[in-house]
């Protein structure tokens, strides 16, 4: 029997199964990017609601796993050479699982080095920039008397919206197949309609945007994903 005793998340969040792997997780973009994978590896998996609140993400048991606070963060019971492993970060948890499975994330040296680009380019443009978008679109940054903050972000969205446009005429996915590539990017622009924010940066004038997040969210896995863990 896996024994998973040596995390101490596990006590606030124990597992039903100690041998499937464990995800601590929200449904926000950057959760359900996991979720999503999970399901569409075929992994069985066990999904742990943490929320947003410091009650959880700044608990003790949590920071455990994760000293950064942040959603997601998984426990493969089965890690490298047989042995349990915690990781957080989104980005570096697709990147495991994807090697872990041989599955999305392309099939030669090649087509894994574009995969691998367009993730970093989630990671480290299109997430934080509509995340400050949506701080000062939507929550507080919005009652601001001082604009350029909000304008700023708003100009560098729809940047980051043309570049997506551009490279995805004339084909489906961003990086060739549907890869971690895809879901790490397409969750980020389902946010612009939480965030209010689709009708500012021209959302329906990107038709090739459109059409692609469209196709991902037909997806059976991705269905499931996008509500697990329930937020209820």
């Known amino acids: 029997m896996t024994d998973l005793s040596d995390f ?3 006590k606030r969040w124990p597992p039903q199964n100690a041998g499937v792997l464990q995800l601590y997780s929200f449904p926000t973009p950057n959760g359900v990017k996991i979720s999503i994978a999970l399901e569409e590896l075929g992994l ?3 999904a742990h609601k943490v929320t947003l609140s410091d009650e959880d993400v700044k608990s003790d048991a949590f920071l455990s796993l994760n000293p950064n606070n942040k959603i997601p963060a998984i426990i493969d019971p089965d890690g490298p050479d047989g042995q349990p492993l915690g990781l957080f970060e989104s980005g570096a948890i697709l990147l495991y699982l994807a ?4 599955k999305l994330a392309g099939r030669n040296a090649a ?8 993730l970093m380019f989630q990671m480290g443009g299109l997430g934080p920039m509509l995340g400050q978008l949506g701080f000062f679109y939507k929550f ?10 909000q304008q700023r972000y708003i100009d560098e969205a729809k940047r980051l ?3 997506l446009e551009k490279e995805l005429d004339g084909r489906e996915w961003i990086a060739g197949d549907y890869s971690i590539a895809d879901i790490a990017i397409a969750p980020w622009l389902r946010s612009l309609d939480f965030y209010g924010a689709r009708e500012v940066v021209g959302w329906a004038d990107h038709k090739n945007l459109v059409a692609y997040l469209d196709r991902f969210l037909e997806r059976p896995a991705v269905q499931v ?5 329930a937020r209820d």
Do not use: H, N
């Not at 507080?140 to 903050?149: I, Q, T």
């Not at 994903?225 to 863990?229: A, K, Y």
């Open 111 to 118: 087509e894994k080095a574009r995969v691998t680009q367009w």
């Open 44 to 46: 069985p998996y066990e």
């Open 161 to 163: 919206l043309a570049v």
């Open 140 to 149: 507080a940054g919005s009652e601001w008397d001082d604009k350029r903050p």
């Open 8 to 10: 101490p998340i596990t």
């Open 225 to 229: 994903g996008l509500v697990t863990p």
């Open 99 to 102: 090697e872990k499975t041989g």
